[in-house]
């Protein structure tokens, strides 16, 4: 390959209009959805384990660090799983045009707080 | 063109089929769970015992796993070939891309495993 050729998307430069941030912000929740299976796959084998299990994971989160650590994965798959829905509504031409697009994104972020609101009040 | 020998169906559109059919099921079973949980009136360890022991719900649990994997194949595979490529990283690029999805398969087929166990109480 040319190592000459010219690359003219620096993206270090670009502001990011909100369709932008919602979308890197799928991005890094899919990313960190991964360590979040993890923690909740051990929540679900302890839980089902034996009552004392099940009792045992109310006492685990009762530690600020470890409802942070609960809040944050849930957090996480409210906002993946809200703008992945976006995704698909806009697979099938719903949302598509600038406007739609910039107000779909503006709703997925008002969407995403309050369920990640929601998921603190149900940690806490 | 990026090389498909690292995708999931070795074609783009098999792959945009599947991460969309598993954010289907994973989005279906997410909202069960917070169904059953705020509207089983006494949720407790044997109401929550009772469900997972269902053959419906452990299929039910084993299609949403079986989504997770694939759906983050795809989806790491998908970040990494946007990022890790010679032109941001340097000739090592794709090696260090390798080693990471080689990690990532280790990473899911462990959740693939674990999870069958936990459903099956083995
Ligand atoms: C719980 C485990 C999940 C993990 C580990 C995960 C991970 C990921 C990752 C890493 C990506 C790639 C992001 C990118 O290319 O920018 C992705 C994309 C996607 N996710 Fe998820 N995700 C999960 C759950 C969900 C759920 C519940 C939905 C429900 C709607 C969803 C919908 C999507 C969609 C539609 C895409 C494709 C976006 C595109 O084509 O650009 N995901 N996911």
């Known amino acids: 390959m040319n190592h000459k050729r010219p690359v003219n998307l620096d993206i270090s430069t670009i502001k990011l209009p909100v369709t932008a941030k919602v979308s890197i912000l799928h991005r890094v929740s899919g990313v960190i959805l991964v360590a979040a ?23 685990i989160f009762s530690s600020t ?3 942070l650590l609960l809040w944050a994965c849930l957090a ?10 976006r995704h698909l509504l806009m697979d099938m031409g719903i949302g598509e045009s600038l ?26 | 063109m990026v090389t498909a020998a690292t995708s999931f169906g070795r074609n783009g559109l098999a792959d ?3 991460q969309r059919a598993s954010a289907l099921v994973m ?25 997972y022991s269902q ?22 595979w998908a970040v990494l070939t946007d990022y890790f490529t010679t032109r941001l990283m340097g000739p090592k690029a794709t090696a260090i891309r390798l080693v990471c999805q080689l990690l990532l ?15 099956w109480g083995l």
Not at chain 1, 37 to 51: I, P, Q
Not at chain 1, 99 to 124: D, P, S, T
Not at chain 2, 57 to 76: E, K, N, Q, T, Y
Not at chain 2, 105 to 119: D, N, P
């Open chain 2, 16 to 18: 945009w089929v599947v």
């Open chain 2, 27 to 51: 989005t279906a079973y997410v909202f069960f769970l917070l169904y059953f949980i705020f509207a089983t009136p006494d949720f407790g360890y044997e109401a929550w015992k009772e469900l």
């Open chain 1, 37 to 59: 299976v993890a923690v909740l796959m051990w929540m679900l084998d302890t839980s089902l384990e034996s009552a004392e299990g099940f009792a045992s994971i109310s006492e």
């Open chain 2, 105 to 119: 398969a280790v990473v899911l087929v462990t959740f693939l495993v674990w999870g069958i166990e936990i459903l």
């Open chain 1, 65 to 67: 660090p470890a409802k």
């Open chain 2, 55 to 76: 053959l419906w719900m452990r299929i039910f649990s084993l299609l949403a796993l079986l989504s997770i994997v694939a759906h983050a194949w795809i989806g790491i």
């Open chain 1, 99 to 124: 406007e739609g697009g910039k107000r779909g994104a503006v709703l997925v972020f008002v969407i995403a707080l309050v369920l990640i609101v929601l998921a603190g009040v149900w940690v806490w």
């Open chain 1, 76 to 85: 996480a798959l409210a906002y993946h799983l809200v703008a992945g829905l």
